[in-house]
């Protein structure tokens, strides 16, 4: 099983619509989590940090379930500019060693 | 502007020389990383180091060194370049090491290197 698992998609979804997509990971000990945007050919920019009561900021809501071991996103009312990859970050924990590990990210494409 | 400049930002690249990916931060940050990214795979992590002076290996470290002499500068070498070198190379800087969940990542718009 992967570190951090994500679907790919291309989820296309039309403007104005709301989009949830969700990233599991296998580690039990991780303790971060964090959600990126990525541009096409752009580096990755930090979206949203995801605390263990959830978190929203505007029209983006980002929750952890431990117990099933997921953090998902979600986006209200999507925009055009909301098009890009979303990518799920986890801190993984090996031997008392961290480290980020992330998804192969989730396409996300809105609609006219 | 504050953040994280790389050079250059595409190169071809003959197999077999040698070249030098720069890196360099104003952030003061402590962490810095390489990394590498190819579709379908995502973002591994190359080599990266917590602070100046020391280095660690990360998830694809083979064909690939780095050095930290100072906080703002973060240099990755490939000695002798192959074509699965080929990808696009990403710096980043964070205020303290991996694993901190006050400190994500800050990164440089990339290098798109081609290996011929």
């Known amino acids: 099983r992967k570190e951090v698992e994500q679907d790919p998609g291309p989820f296309n979804v039309p403007e104005g619509a709301t989009v949830a997509f969700n990233c599991t990971y296998s580690?039990?000990?991780?303790?971060?989590f964090f959600w990126y945007r990525q541009d096409c050919r752009k580096e990755p920019k930090l979206l949203m940090s995801?605390?263990?009561s959830g978190n929203e900021d505007g029209r983006f809501t980002a929750q952890l379930n431990r117990a099933s071991q997921y953090i998902s996103l979600l986006i209200r009312d999507s925009k055009l500019s909301d098009s890009a990859t979303y990518l799920c970050v986890v801190n993984v924990v090996h031997f008392g060693n961290e480290k980020l590990t992330f998804g192969t990210g989730t396409r996300l494409t809105i609609i006219p | 502007i504050a953040g994280i400049t790389q050079a250059p930002t595409s190169q071809i690249l003959a197999a077999g020389r040698r070249m030098t990916l720069r890196c360099t931060q104003d952030?003061?940050?402590?962490?810095m990383y390489w990394y590498r990214q190819d579709l379908g795979l995502g973002l591994r992590l190359i080599h990266y180091?917590?602070?100046?002076?020391?280095?660690g290996k990360g998830e694809v470290p083979d064909g690939y060194s780095v050095s930290r002499a100072n906080t703002d500068d973060f240099p990755l070498t490939l000695a002798s370049a192959v074509p699965s070198q080929t990808s696009v190379y990403f710096c980043?800087?964070?205020?303290?090491?991996?694993?901190?969940?006050?400190?994500?990542?800050?990164f440089g718009n990339g290098t798109r290197l081609t290996v011929t």
């Open positions: 180091s917590n602070t100046a002076g020391t280095t």
């Open positions: 952030m003061r940050h402590n962490a």
């Open positions: 580690n039990s000990a991780s303790q971060s």
């Open positions: 980043a800087s964070s205020d303290s090491g991996q694993g901190n969940g006050n400190s994500p990542l800050h």
């Open positions: 995801v605390y263990s």
